[in-house]
């Protein structure tokens, strides 16, 4: 059962949710993330564990050390997330 502390375990995991809701048209490599959250890449790869196993984001591996992570807009809690992400902007 998802529950929102596997999404929203940590600051880290909050600002990583968000920046993905605000920027959901996009793919993003972990190194790049990291970048633009001022995280390190080992914290982006610790918070997206749970992220992934619940499916809310989708992470594959490519070509050695390539990470590549993007919301997975087709999963219903996700959908929930970027609804709820929505209404509250337009609060």
């Known amino acids: 059962m998802t529950t929102l502390l596997r999404i929203f375990g940590s600051k880290a995991q909050t600002r990583l949710v968000q920046y993905l809701l605000d920027h959901r048209e ?3 490599n972990q190194a790049g993330l990291a970048r633009l959250l001022s995280m390190s890449p080992t914290t982006i790869a610790r918070v997206i564990v749970s992220l992934v ?11 050695g050390q390539m990470k ?3 919301l ?3 999963n219903e ?3 929930a997330l970027i609804e709820l992400h929505e209404k509250i902007k337009n609060i």
């Open 68 to 70: 590549i992570i993007a």
């Open 26 to 28: 996009r793919l993003y």
């Open 77 to 79: 809690t996700t959908k």
């Open 53 to 63: 196993e619940e499916e809310i984001i989708n992470y594959e591996q490519i070509s």
């Open 72 to 74: 997975n807009e087709e």
